[in-house]
């Protein structure tokens, strides 16, 4: 009997405990003053971090504001880049045309004179001896007559 009457005694404790703590608590609740200091903490800690980070901010934005007007000084550049590169491209495709055309009106039988005339020297080592002897020579003999 004496277990239970300090098994209910405890147990009597542990529930005025939770009933004080419910009291707390709804009066926490009610009165919101607890809102009230946790939006002037909140306020505070804004105001620290705005001044730590107040300095960083306006450099940062200073540097946006630089290369958006960089960028935008490129956007208008890339029109005029763009007609350059096209008529580069353009004066190229002519020129390429020309040649083209020039390489056609050139002799087809030009070729073949030309290996006719290699057959005609005769020996292989008189060409080598050829060669050789003809690289020495300078410009200025062939232009002498």
């Known amino acids: 009997m004496e277990i239970m ?10 529930v005025g405990r939770v009933k004080e703590a419910q009291a707390q608590l ?4 009610k009165s919101h003053d607890w ?26 934005r200073v540097f946006l504001e630089h290369e958006r007007k960089e960028l935008e000084r490129i956007q208008k550049q890339i029109p005029g880049e763009v007609k350059k590169f096209r008529k580069f491209m353009d004066m190229q495709k002519k020129e390429f045309e020309r040649l083209l055309v020039n390489l056609r009106k050139l002799p087809k039988n030009g070729a073949k004179k030309k290996a006719k005339s290699s057959k005609s020297k005769g020996t292989t ?6 060669r050789a002897a003809k690289a020495p020579v300078s410009v200025e003999k062939t232009v002498n007559p």
Do not use: C, M, W
Not at 26 to 29: H, M
């Open 125 to 130: 080592k008189k060409k080598t001896a050829g």
């Open 5 to 14: 009457n300090s098994v209910n005694s405890e147990i009597k404790k542990v």
């Open 26 to 29: 709804e009066t926490l609740v």
């Open 35 to 60: 809102v009230a200091e946790a939006r002037h903490y909140a306020e505070r800690q804004g105001k620290e971090v705005k001044k730590l980070f107040g300095p960083d901010v306006e450099k940062i």
